[in-house]
């Protein structure tokens, strides 16, 4: 099985801990899709329109979406044929294969880009409810405990209670929050942040924002305000601009990603809330639709949860049965 | 939207057909492909909408088709019935104790809107029913989320009752319960944390919760967007808690809401109330016909319908139709309209609801510049009567004048206007031969 040893090479690369979160976190996931998935291969045992149909349904379930679902069928019917696979537990490899491939499109780094000298700007946006807060406490634990310096701006001035959630998360992760009243302008709340930051040589500013439906063109503005007074104050920034997505999203994120990357340009994602039982397979829609990349996910609620995308990682956590029935070895056992 | 509405693609379908007198078998299949495809992109839950295509080509096939619609039409009409059906027919109201006070639950994942439901519903059922109500913070996980219902009742005047942090759910809903019959509330509401359908440990947490509570209702709170999953999360909530009715969040936004049916008929639980906004009075009653045209894409003519009822004077409405008849229609009349018009909320919800808004190739991707109508009210209410009346007086020292007064430019001034003349010539065609132009093109939409 190439394409399987291939991954395990590289994975075995990866620490145990990598590896592990993903296979963890996604342990509920991975009983709905890839168990699934082997009934499918059982049941059907040589490869026809009637599996691919069935895998089809399995991959809407998922959440990819219409559009992506068929551009994946198509792509390993045509792989099945060039290659003259029938039986369907040799197709595993290739599904492994095409989703990798539909994941991973150009080689680009899913790390965060910082600026290795000086101020880094991270402006988070997203709907309602995605986990915005949350995200940043961690994310900010997290640049924190690589020894960088972080300052959060609290530019969630609408919701009841935000500016609030931001300061529990500071006082736990010993950051400094920079706040003003609910209710004030949340560029201005962005401006201080980004003087404060300057003024203590921080090494990368959080800036929180209000949950907005992307619908909303006055709040969508007042992105672009955001984002405008950013790049005014600190040329270069904002270095990353992250649309948090809640996973068990539906079609709604493409356009959620479309009009964020409209408003703000988008230069990545974080998907939370993986660790339900949601798939994300909206993820393949939006890297193949938009080709915006997932740089980070959530696998559960504690503070180091928080983990950058790693595709094979993913695909591994999904589907860590075939990894291990393959050949019987453990990938673990590699180490 | 990647595709247009379900009922523009099946009027393409049809399109070769049109003319039968029935509706056959292989037309049904064609257009139950285009059905499913339209569930399916609204995220209706796969395995409904393959029990939802069968039922309709069963009853599709043979309909004699009504003499005013197109075969295309006919069905989506059995569609929409169908739909509205699955999603309980009417809408349903609160089950309120027989003795008080009455008890309403709130659970769901996180970041569903539970806090913000809560307090909306305890405003609204304060308003509707005349009911003093107290609101239980039993979220004691995620930070500042009973600082956050403490806001909102504070900014609604309704009581909240909290023990901290440090105290567990069950016990701050003991005594909370405690306290609303001691300071006789005759409703109570209890915020919950949210939680992963799957968490072994917070699901019991919440059967406790409803042991010493008694609820009379217990509302899932669910994110419209929410995908595929929906099923399974309802699934799991109703089997741990017998839910009663389910709270849709965030209908507001561009979300077609297909969880809503799946949600309906996997549980059977009533979709009872939808958020409409971020304000507290946006929460509405859950209208099933609606939902079903929105998930379709067919637009939401009837609340469109309803709200121009509401706001618009009929009596007001017949003048101003009559005065577009004669062309004297003023720049007074002009800016009374546009009052009328705002007065039924965000003009770009009111564009949303109108089915066909997006054939107007114009008025699909328009955008609506609130701001734009703020500057032409300005001008307008700068102008004396005689001008506005008659703006053909209106010369330059006049327009200096105005646009000084409005705080806009001359050039503002004058935008405006020619669009007004323009409005004017285009109402006149557009009443006397009844030439077809998008008689919406108002100088405020881009």
């Known amino acids: ?335 | 939207m990647a595709f247009e509405s379900l009922s523009d693609r099946l009027q393409a379908t049809m399109k070769r057909i049109r003319g039968r007198g029935k509706v056959s078998e292989a037309d049904v299949k064609q257009m139950t492909r285009e059905i499913r495809l339209a569930l399916l992109e609204a995220d209706v839950n796969f395995k409904v909408v393959k029990k939802f295509v069968k039922s309709i080509q069963e009853r599709a096939v043979g309909q004699e088709v009504l003499k005013s619609l197109t075969p295309g039409q006919q069905v989506i009409k059995v569609v929409q019935e169908e739909l509205t059906d699955l999603m309980g027919g009417t809408q349903t109201k609160i089950n309120f104790a027989l003795k008080p006070p009455t008890v309403l639950l709130f659970v769901g994942l996180q970041g569903a809107g539970k806090t913000t439901s809560a307090a909306k519903l305890a405003y609204y059922i304060r308003k509707t029913h005349n009911k003093n109500p107290l609101m239980i913070a039993a979220d004691i996980y995620r930070p500042a989320a009973i600082k956050q219902l403490q806001t909102l009742g504070g900014q609604l005047n309704i009581p909240v009752f909290s023990l901290g942090d440090k105290v567990s759910p069950v016990e701050i809903v003991r005594q909370g319960m405690e306290q609303a019959r001691a300071n006789h509330h005759d409703l109570v509401l209890i915020d919950t944390a949210g939680r992963l359908h799957i968490d072994e440990g917070l699901m019991d947490e919440l059967e406790q919760i409803k042991e010493v509570s008694h609820p009379d209702e217990v509302f899932l709170v669910v994110d419209a967007m929410t995908g595929q999953d929906a099923v399974n999360v309802a699934t799991a909530f109703n089997d741990r808690l017998s839910l009663t009715g389910v709270v849709m969040t965030k209908l507001d936004g561009d979300t077609r809401g297909g969880a809503a049916l799946s949600i309906r008929s996997v549980t059977g639980t009533p979709i009872k109330f939808v958020g409409m906004g971020e304000k507290m009075d946006a929460l509405e009653p859950f209208h099933p016909d609606r939902m079903a045209s929105r998930i379709l894409g067919m637009g939401d003519v009837l609340s469109l319908i309803e709200k121009a009822q509401a706001t618009i004077d009929e009596e007001k409405a017949r003048d101003m139709q009559q005065k577009l008849l004669s062309v004297t229609f003023t720049l007074d009349d002009f800016l009374e309209q546009i009052g009328q018009v705002r007065n039924m909320g965000p003009l770009e919800d009111l564009l949303a609801m109108m089915p066909g808004a997006n054939r107007f190739k114009g008025m699909k991707n328009m955008q609506v510049d609130e701001k734009k109508i703020d500057q032409i009210q300005a001008i307008i209410r700068s102008m004396t009567p005689g001008e506005k009346t008659d703006p053909d007086i209106i010369n330059a020292s006049r327009k200096k004048r105005i646009a000084l007064g409005s705080g806009t430019s001359v050039a503002d001034v004058n935008r405006l206007l020619k669009q007004f003349k323009d409005m004017k010539k285009m109402m006149k065609q557009f009443m006397g031969k009844g030439k077809k132009r998008n008689p919406f093109n108002l100088p405020f939409m881009q």
């Not at chain 1, 950051?175 to 090494?203: C, M, N, W, Y």
């Not at chain 1, 949601?278 to 193949?288: C, D, F, H, Q, Y």
Request: aromatic letters at 6%; charged letters at 30%; proline letters at 2%.
């Open chain 1, 1 to 335: 099985m190439g394409f399987f040893n291939n991954m395990k090479n590289r994975l075995t690369g990866r620490t145990h801990s990598v590896t592990d979160k993903f296979r963890d976190g996604l342990s509920k996931t991975r009983h709905s899709l890839a168990e699934q998935m082997n009934n499918l291969v059982k049941k059907y045992r040589r490869v026809d329109e009637d599996f691919f149909d069935e895998l089809e349904e399995l991959l809407i379930e998922s959440d990819v979406g219409m559009t992506t679902v068929m551009d994946l069928v198509d792509r390993l019917k045509d792989e099945a044929r060039t290659r003259n696979i029938k039986e369907t537990a040799l197709l595993k490899d290739v599904i492994i294969e095409v989703l990798s491939d539909f994941l991973i499109r150009s080689k680009e780094d899913t790390e965060l880009n910082l600026n290795p000298s000086g101020l880094s700007v991270i402006l988070l946006v997203g709907v309602n409810g995605a986990g915005k807060t949350t995200t940043i406490g961690k994310l900010a634990n997290r640049l924190k405990s690589e020894g960088k310096s972080v300052l959060l701006a609290a530019a969630d001035t609408f919701r009841a209670g935000a500016i609030d959630q931001l300061q529990v998360w500071g006082d736990r992760t010993g950051i400094d929050v920079i706040k003003h009243q609910e209710g004030s302008d949340p560029a201005s709340v962005v401006f201080d942040a980004l003087q404060a930051a300057k003024s203590r040589k921080t090494d990368v500013l959080l800036c929180d924002t209000a949950g907005r439906l992307q619908n909303k063109v006055n709040l969508m503005k007042e992105l672009e305000k955001i984002k405008r007074v950013i790049t005014r104050e600190c040329p270069g920034a904002p270095h990353e601009v992250l649309l948090v997505l809640d996973a068990t999203t539906g079609q709604n994120a493409l356009n959620q990603a479309k009009l964020f990357r409209q408003a703000s340009e988008v230069t990545g994602i974080v998907l939370t809330k993986l660790d339900g039982t949601a798939k994300g397979g909206i993820v393949l829609a939006i890297r193949n639709e938009l080709d915006i990349p997932v740089k980070l996910v959530g696998l559960g609620e504690q503070l180091n949860d928080l983990q950058t995308f790693d595709a094979d990682a993913f695909l591994y956590g999904l589907f860590s049965e075939w990894f291990q029935s393959e050949d019987g070895a453990d990938p673990e056992s590699l180490n």
